[in-house]
């Protein structure tokens, strides 16, 4: 880039933009890391924060190009819909999507955001935040969607625990009453879990008697799809 650095009115002229909307808006974007201004020539400049957003597009590009194969697997063995799912902000929201050949499914399109404390990927995503992280999203009310979901922050810490040792996670009929959804974690080369893989369907079809089979099926895509990323403990 030839100029670096740009004052409000450079910017005002060239993105022909009244001065107080641009200073409003580099107000905005300070804050967020995505801009900084030079103190000595009052001039704005890009912000080291575009290094974290551009590492996190880089990173999930990665997960959709490594999961692809295995979320098609999935998605033949099982029958039912596979989705990739990563944390964004205080949601869950569809990476990619691999439909269910049968009429009734679950349509769980790439863009739809859902709470977390009442998915499979959601919950998988919540058993490895940080303590801090945690309790800062139990700290918010948890909206009821079923007589199943669960919005009570002490049983939904015993379910996280309890997803965390066992590795997956079940949501029956938690955001939808007849939904039934199994997922599992996805980790980078350093053991971070950074997606979740999800198969889900109707509860007639994705049953109890079906779990056993179903959460080895998950497990093993998103054990998988981390050794493409360089998990190696996985």
Known sequence: MDRPELRVNELSRMLGLHKSTVSRLLSTL???????????????????????????VVTYKDVRRAADPYLRQLAETSRETVNLAIKDGGQVVNVEHVPSPHVVKDLGWVGRRTEMHCTSTGKVLLAHLSKEELESHLARELPS??????TDPTQLRQELRKIREQGYAVAQEELEEGLNAIAAP????????IAAVSVSGPSYRVSPPRFPTLVEAVKQAAK??????????E
């Open 30 to 56: 300070e804050q967020g890391g995505l801009v900084e201004q030079n103190l000595e020539t009052e001039k704005f400049r890009l912000g080291v924060g575009l290094i974290c957003l551009a590492g996190l």
């Open 145 to 150: 969607f079923t007589d199943k979901t669960i």
């Open 186 to 193: 996805i980790r980078d080369h350093g053991g971070t879990v």
């Open 224 to 233: 998988n799809t981390s050794r493409e990323l360089g998990c190696l403990d």
